[in-house]
């Protein structure tokens, strides 16, 4: 790796990932930049578990009245009167933060000269921007903070005065947080755009026979068995509908193999119990969030995953493999919950990984009717090169329907076999991990 290795092998650099234990998201993206560091290097994890977010994030995606005061706290007044409050918040709980990275500091057989912390949380990143000055002058050590916006959401709290980079997914988001950050007369926070970190181990090319299978997957006419991935998240949102989209599934076709991957918590329990009595289903099940994480990327090395269905969480930069890699599966989409899932789709139709809305409802509508892609409908075949996701319908028994339509009318097969994969640029390709490090590196050598 070259110029990388060189500057993370040294010894006088400690790394240090910072997120937050809730969800899985966080953790992803923090595993994924943790696989593009050399072997050499032993990174610290920061992860400190906090009950009330993990109830608080479920509470949001489940329960109605819930989910619309927190998608109202997300904009306008209401959000600038939440970002003030929960910055001042952070800022004043930093003592057991800064004890923490202090043992940690105390505990290296040669004292380090330079700390750098790779946040994928605006709270953590605050908490350690507050800490910094006093920090760097006890330990007389040199502290570098940078920050990976998590979605392609500018929402307020991911504008961090004081620290040294933020990276974001692009160029629209870096461009409404620097608006913020002038409007409110905030020190400028230096910012630049990179391609969404997705996972390096997941960016492999498939062989010629694993991407043969693939498309045989989804072909309405061959008989090969169709793995779907079913990522379920420690809140365990959506299960009723999981269960029943599964059953309604596998009672069209029994080629359907579903993978389950979950996290075992009080939440998740009666699904789990409920899912292992189908002999279609298979499981992969840990208490240990990081556990989960590796068996994801496991059942991909390990089998041809053609379908996932996920959150438009910050599972939708997936769309940044094209199908012929591990992680190039098609990516069919629940109902978004937050403003963040409602921005990633926003990302997803400026590239046109996705179809717009009109063609969504359209193709909605034209799958209830049982339509026949011929003559006029040729146009969706088209357009189809270029996607590489799908939004489904509210309700199991539509999803299902949907998804089977566009089966049987070869849009699936046509996403997989006959995409056209985008020129990479400042916002898309998969190697978004190895420009995060050479861009770190780079920061490291500047300031160190």
Not at 169 to 193: H, I
Not at 214 to 233: F, G, T, W
Not at 310 to 324: A, G, R
Not at 391 to 404: C, E, N, R, V
Request: charged share 25%.
């Amino acid at each position: 790796m070259g110029n990388i290795a060189q500057v993370f092998e040294e010894k006088s650099l400690v790394v240090v990932f910072a997120y937050v234990a809730a969800g899985l998201g966080h953790l992803r993206i923090t595993d994924a930049l943790l696989n593009g560091l050399p072997d050499e290097v032993d990174p610290l994890l920061f992860a400190p578990e906090d009950a009330l977010t993990t109830f608080f994030h479920r509470l949001t995606s489940v329960n109605p009245l819930a989910k619309n005061i927190f998608e109202w706290s997300q904009n306008g007044n209401p959000e600038e009167i939440y970002t003030r409050f929960f910055r001042w918040l952070l800022r004043s709980n930093t003592d057991k933060l800064y004890n923490e990275l202090s043992l940690v500091y105390a505990q290296r057989t040669s004292l380090p000269k330079t700390v750098l912390i790779v946040s994928t949380h605006f709270g953590m990143a605050l908490q350690f921007v507050a800490i910094k000055k006093k920090f760097e002058q006890e330990k007389h050590v040199k502290l570098i903070i940078v920050m990976q916006v998590t979605d392609d959401s500018p929402q307020n709290l991911w504008y961090v005065p004081g620290i040294d980079m933020t990276f974001v997914p692009s160029e629209k988001t870096k461009k409404a947080l620097l608006d913020y950050g002038r409007k409110n007369k905030l020190p400028e926070v230096p910012m630049e755009v990179f391609p969404y970190p997705v996972d390096p181990l997941m960016e492999k090319k498939l062989t010629e026979e694993e991407f043969t299978d693939r498309v045989k997957q989804m072909d309405p006419e061959a008989n090969a068995l169709i793995h779907l991935a079913v990522p379920v998240s420690g809140a365990a949102v959506g299960m009723t509908f999981l269960t029943h989209m599964v059953d309604e599934l596998y009672d069209k076709s029994n080629r359907f193999t579903f993978h389950i991957i979950s996290k075992s918590t009080p939440y998740t329990q009666d699904f789990l119990k409920d899912m292992i009595n189908r002999p279609f289903v298979k499981f992969e099940v840990s208490f240990s969030s990081r556990e989960i994480i590796d068996k994801y990327v496991k059942l991909y090395e390990n089998n041809v995953i053609s379908l996932e269905m996920t959150k438009p969480s910050e599972q939708s930069f997936k769309s940044l493999f094209c199908p012929v890699q591990k992680g190039g599966t098609i990516l069919l989409f629940s109902e978004p919950v937050g403003r963040q899932e409602f921005d990633n789709l926003d990302f997803l139709r400026r590239h046109h990984f996705i179809p717009l809305k009109s063609e969504m409802e359209k193709l909605w509508q034209y799958a209830e009717q049982g339509m026949v892609i011929d003559g006029a409908g040729k146009w969706i075949l088209e357009e189809a090169k270029h996607w590489r996701g799908l939004i489904l319908p509210q309700g199991s028994k539509k999803a299902a329907a949907f998804i089977w339509w566009c089966l049987q009318q070869g849009i699936l097969k046509t996403m997989i076999k006959e995409y056209v994969c985008p020129i990479k640029d400042q916002e898309l390709g998969s190697d978004g991990v190895e420009r995060f490090w050479q861009r770190v590196a780079e920061i490291v050598e500047e300031k160190a």
